[in-house]
């Protein structure tokens, strides 16, 4: 059984009041570089705060990048900085989330329904849950 224990789940709503109040909360968007760039990308402009970008998966084999943790581990966050972990739909983040957990870092949060949110019963994105849905900044690349 592998140890899924992180800081839990934060609506979209809730992480970008917690990017707004805390000046130490990082957003941290694990989503491939073709997502990032067809799919759009949060606007962190608002805040006066910029996103990291760390690729979970590699696209289009959707590999997992060994180098992962090593990636954020370089950014030299604090182990009880608030690190707020996006992706699509909130897989590939709450992976990400248990994966820095597990060297430490305290405060690694999931965003529920990710960027896009769940699909809908036309198996389309953005429709009931997600980053988009909520009314959030973001941009298109």
């Known amino acids: 059984m592998t140890d899924e224990t992180y800081a839990g789940d934060l609506s979209p709503q809730d992480t970008w009041e917690l990017l707004k109040t805390d ?17 759009g990308v949060v606007d962190m402009s608002p805040l006066n705060k910029k996103t990291v ?6 696209y289009p084999d959707m ?8 990636e954020l581990v370089s950014q030299k966050f604090d182990k009880d ?5 996006l992706c ?5 983040s ?12 305290s405060r690694c949060y999931n965003i529920a329904g990710g960027f896009e949110g769940d699909k809908d019963a036309s198996l ?4 009931h849950n997600g980053w988009k849905h909520a009314g959030l900044p973001w941009v298109q690349e």
């Open 53 to 58: 970008y760390a690729n979970w998966l590699f």
């Open 63 to 70: 590999d997992l990048n060994p180098g992962f943790t090593e």
């Open 94 to 105: 709450k992976h990400a989330a248990i994966a820095m957990t597990r060297l430490g870092y």
């Open 124 to 127: 389309h994105r953005a429709s």
């Open 81 to 85: 900085q608030p690190l707020l972990f």
């Open 88 to 92: 699509r739909s909130g897989v590939r």
């Open 23 to 39: 000046a130490r909360a990082v957003l941290i968007d694990v989503r491939t570089d073709a997502e990032f760039s067809y799919v």
